[in-house]
């Protein structure tokens, strides 16, 4: 049976329904990339598309997982680079969120980790998703952000700090 985009391999059939196993941890590792879950689900999407038309470059043997989350955080850079340099301008009022009040205690504190994790500097973000988030290895998330694992724990512990300070109303800046 060929493979998307006409190429055969002997695993593609397994492999893309591994690939389909992932979707709930690519739209959870979206959303730390976005605020709007359309935009979430715009970013799998556009990885789902780059995996499946490249799945015969995935080496076997290796995560698939890390795999997908690097196609992610390659397309998500790819479509911030457009962004900033397009400039759309402000957006439209129809587009912006309704605002109200929390009632309830868990949402007020989802509402500042989100803000605290926001506030956060991209590359610590990400790693305190990868590893505290997804419970990845330091070695998977280095691989995904393409540097040492020494990095990886720098920024992870940089991360962790700046994150208790900014939900104690503290910020490091």
């Avoid at 493979?3 to 492999?15: D, E, K, N, T, V």
């Avoid at 196993?21 to 598309?49: C, G, K, N, W, Y």
């Avoid at 400039?87 to 509402?111: D, F, H, K, M, R």
């Avoid at 290895?137 to 208790?164: M, V």
């Amino acid at each position: 049976m060929p493979a998307i985009g006409g190429h055969a391999s002997r695993q593609s059939p397994l492999l893309e329904e591994q690939v389909v196993d992932l979707i709930p941890a690519l739209r959870a590792f979206a959303r730390t990339f976005t605020s709007a879950s359309f935009e979430a689900d715009d970013l799998v999407q556009e990885t789902l598309l780059r995996a499946l038309r490249s799945i015969e470059q995935f080496e076997p043997g290796t995560s698939l997982k890390s795999w997908l989350f690097t196609i992610m955080r390659n397309a998500f850079r790819t479509q911030y680079k457009i962004r900033t340099r397009e400039s759309p301008g402000s957006t439209n009022c129809a587009e912006l969120p309704i605002p109200t009040a929390p009632s309830q205690e868990w949402s007020v504190l989802n509402g500042e980790l989100r803000s605290a994790l926001g506030a956060l500097s991209p590359e610590h973000r990400e790693v305190l998703v990868l590893v505290a988030g997804f419970g990845m290895s330091y070695k998977e998330a280095a691989d995904i952000c393409d540097c040492a694992i020494g990095t990886i724990k720098s920024r992870l512990s940089r991360a962790r700090d700046e994150l208790t300070a900014q939900m104690h109303g503290n910020p490091l800046n």
